[in-house]
């Protein structure tokens, strides 16, 4: 994973609606990055679906949130509205998982993301990072926890 | 600040329902998780004092934070048991018409539930349970705690491994 401290690397990538969505669009702002393996499995659904329920909270705390998978814009979509997902998820499909590997987030031996969150401080340097493992769901409290340091 | 940074699950306390006698255990569940039906012939006979707390999970099961209000207002009319059987183990048959026909099999003043659930009081009492789980790390359900402790793995090995191997055949 990206180390604390370091700033994050810039991105530019497709939305679920593909528009493009990048990291200084957050310039300012706190941001919390979801890397997650892939759209439409049951984990990473419990995941996004979790922290979808306490969105409005984790901007009250003054932070966005997005996802990151190597799914395409258009899987991203349909995983999205199944959800009733309103953050954006990203599509870091092509080169597949350029942006997922610039922040350590890559598994290429199973070519697609860890299961991580990463918080991105207003000015772009990283504060905090939390690997889990592939099967196993961060808890929103860890999101909150990270806000509140 | 938001308060949803992690703490202990809330020992049970007065506000709790809490089921049968033995060991305390603290479970929580969504009424529309699959997985909450599939354990419940086992977490309905396991003999622990098992104390269910709300956790709907609206972007999963759109339908589910109604149907916990129904539950808590079913519980007002001392029916959190049975309401919570039904709900789980029909999961076909949700709708508000089933679910007042059940109500009605059941003895409950229909009209009453449908007025309790819209209560402020029952709709703070599923959020309580969601938030006191959300700090607590519940991620999916079914998720049991033991002394504060979540229990990892399969739930219900881990209620086995409290209880005894003497507890819990199946039913309901």
Redesign the interface.
Known sequence: MIEVGSPAPSFSLPDQDRNDVSLADFSGERLIVCFYPGDFTSVC??????Y???LG??E??GAKLIGISVDSADCHRAFSES???KFPLLSDFHPKGAVCESFGAYIPERGHANRSLILVEPDGIVSWTYESPPL???????I??A??D | ??D????RPPEPGAGDHVLGEGPSVIVYLDVCCPRCAAAWPFLSEVPASLCVRHFP????H?RAPVLHRTLEAAARQGAFRPMLSRLLLDRGRTDDPHIWRAAEEMGLDVDRLRVDREQAEVVERVDTD?RSG???????TPAGFHEGVRLEGDLEEALRGIVGDGGAPGGV
């Open positions: 659904g419990d995941q996004l679906a979790l979808q329920s306490v909270e984790i009250e705390a959800l009733g997902l196993e769901v961060p808890g929103a409290n860890l909150f926890d806000l509140s | 600040m938001s949803l940074g992690s703490a999970v609206e972007p999963l759109p969601f959300l700090r607590a790390g519940v991620v999916e």
